[in-house]
């Protein structure tokens, strides 16, 4: 369910998505991706704040 909510573009679900990454809880294999996502999104994140 949360990666569909992740999926469909949810910001929060997109940010709990790349933290369990990040810690392993979705496999080993995934803290790379998870990583990438969570600085994707950290960059996202910072271009709307900043109006660019």
């Not at 992740?6 to 803290?31: N, S, Y």
């Amino acid at each position: 369910m949360l990666g569909h909510a992740a999926g469909q573009g949810h910001p929060k679900a997109k940010q709990l998505f790349a933290r369990w990454m990040v810690l392993g809880k979705l496999g080993l294999r995934r803290i790379p991706a998870g990583v990438g996502l969570a600085v994707r999104e950290a960059m996202r994140f910072a271009s709307q704040a900043n109006g660019f």
